[in-house]
C-alpha cells in the first residue's frame, strides 16, 4: 500500500545527516530536535502550540487526562475510527459513546452528536478520517452550545485546513480544545518508528499537557499530576524535521493522484468515489472507494480486493468491524444494527494505493484494473 523504502530513498542523504548529528549530539531524550520540530511544525500549523508526546493513542489519552474529567464520564466518538480513538477513553475509565457517521465523507454526523449529548458528556472526540476535515463549523457550535470540549483525533489529517462558520480557515487539529496527531511511519508525516503530538491554542493547556506528558512534573521530582512516560524521542524528532520539509510536495502529490482516480472512476456504475466536503481541504491519507451494495444486500468489494490482489495491486479494508462489535468493547453492551452506516462502511469501503512516489502509469493501473473487474 504505501512505499516507504522509496520515499526514503528520495531523501536519504538528509536523513543519514539527521541521524549522524543525533549519534553525535547523544541528547537522545529531550534533546534539541524535539523543540526545533515542535517549532516547525507550528508554523506549518499556522501557530498552535505544540506538546511532542510518544505516540497517537497517548495523544488522546492525555488530552483527555487534561480535563479532569469524573469516572464515567461519556466520550462521544464516530462509530467508524480506529480503535485507538476508542482506547484511549476505555483506558481511563470513562465510557466511550459511539455515534454513526455520515455516509459520504465517513465522518462524525453532527446531528447524531447532538442527540447523544446528556449531563454526563465529558467531551465529544472528532476524527478527521481518511484525510478530510469533519463537519468542524457545526460540531464546534455543538459544543459551544452544550460547553462541551472538542477533541481533534488528526491522526489522518495533518496539514489539512477547513472553513469554519465565521469564514476563518484553520488547520485540522488546531479549532478545539486540543488537537492530536500520530507520527506512525504509515500516516502522512510518519517517523522512523512510533511518535505522536497534541496541538492547542493556549498555552497554559500546552503546559499542563505538556507536564502531563512528563510524569506529571512541574519540576524536576516533583509531581503536581498522575502523568505517563510519553515522549517524542530526539532521534525521531530529527527525522521528523526532515520530513516535514517535504510535506507539502508530499500532500500535493497525493491530492493530484487522488484527482487522477477520481476522474478515471467517476463513472463507474457501482462504485463511489471519495465525497469531498468543500469546506474542507482533503490530505488523502486514504483514498477509500464504496463498493455499492445491491438491493439484496450482497456485495462484490472482497471479490474486487481478490481480483486486484491476483493483479498485483495492494488494497486494505479500513475498517472491517466497528468498534462497538469489537470483544474487548462489549461490555459497552451494543449490537449490530445500532449503527447502521458505520456498520455499511465496514462492509463496503475499499482503499487503494495512494502515497507520494506512486507514478501516474501505476494510478492509471489500479484504475484500468478496476474498471476492467
Ligand atoms: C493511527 C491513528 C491513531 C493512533 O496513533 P498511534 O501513533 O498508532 O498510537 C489514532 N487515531 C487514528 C484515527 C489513527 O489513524
Not at 468489494?301 to 498485483?312: A, M, T, V
Request: aromatic share 8%; charged share 20%; net charge negative.
Amino acid at each position: 500500500m504505501l512505499d516507504l523504502a522509496a520515499q526514503h530513498a528520495a531523501i536519504q542523504p538528509e536523513l543519514d545527516e539527521a541521524l549522524r548529528h543525533t549519534l553525535h549530539e547523544a541528547a537522545f531524550i529531550q534533546g534539541p530536535a524535539v523543540g526545533e520540530f515542535a517549532q516547525e511544525l507550528s508554523d506549518y500549523l499556522g501557530g498552535p502550540h505544540i506538546v511532542p508526546c510518544a505516540n497517537g493513542t497517548d495523544a488522546l489519552q492525555l488530552a483527555l487526562m487534561s480535563l479532569s474529567l469524573p469516572a464515567g464520564a461519556e466520550i462521544i466518538m464516530p462509530a467508524f475510527t480506529y480503535v485507538a480513538t476508542l482506547e484511549a477513553a476505555a483506558i481511563l475509565g470513562l465510557r466511550p459513546v459511539p455515534v454513526d457517521v455520515r455516509p459520504d465523507t465517513f465522518n462524525l454526523d453532527p446531528a447524531a452528536v447532538e442527540a447523544a449529548i446528556t449531563p454526563r458528556t465529558g467531551a465529544i472526540i472528532v476524527v478527521h478520517l481518511f484525510g478530510q476535515c469533519a463537519d468542524l463549523p457545526v460540531l464546534l457550535s455543538i459544543g459551544e452550545k452544550y460547553g462541551v470540549p472538542l477533541i481533534e483525533d488528526n491522526a489522518q489529517a495533518i496539514g489539512a485546513t477547513c472553513q469554519l462558520a465565521d469564514g476563518r480557515r484553520v488547520a485540522a487539529g488546531t479549532a478545539g480544545y486540543a488537537g492530536t496527531t500520530s507520527f506512525f511511519p504509515s500516516k502522512n508525516l510518519g517517523a522512523l518508528g512510533d511518535g505522536g503530538a497534541l496541538f492547542t491554542q493556549d498555552a497554559a493547556r500546552a503546559q499542563l499537557l505538556r507536564q502531563l506528558a512528563n510524569h506529571g512534573q512541574t519540576r524536576k521530582y516533583h509531581h503536581e499530576y498522575i502523568g505517563l512516560n510519553s515522549r517524542l524521542d530526539t532521534l525521531q524528532a530529527a527525522l521528523l524535521r526532515v520530513k516535514l520539509r517535504h510535506l507539502p510536495a508530499w500532500t500535493a502529490r497525493r491530492q493530484r493522484l487522488a484527482d487522477q482516480y477520481d476522474s478515471a472512476l467517476a463513472d463507474v456504475a457501482g462504485l463511489r468515489v471519495p465525497a469531498r466536503d468543500p469546506r474542507s481541504t482533503h490530505v488523502f491519507h486514504q483514498y477509500t472507494l464504496i463498493v455499492e451494495e445491491a438491493a439484496s444486500g450482497s456485495n462484490r468489494r472482497d471479490e474486487l480486493q481478490r481480483f486486484l490482489q491476483e493483479r498485483g495491486i495492494p488494497s486494505v479494508v479500513y475498517y472491517p468491524l466497528p468498534n462497538h462489535l469489537q470483544p474487548a468493547y462489549g461490555y459497552l453492551g451494543y449490537r449490530a444494527g445500532q449503527f447502521p452506516v458505520a456498520e455499511r462502511l465496514c462492509r463496503t469501503v475499499l482503499s487503494v494505493p495512494i502515497h507520494p512516489t506512486l507514478s501516474d502509469e501505476q494510478v492509471a493501473y489500479v484504475a484500468q484494473t478496476i474498471r476492467q473487474f
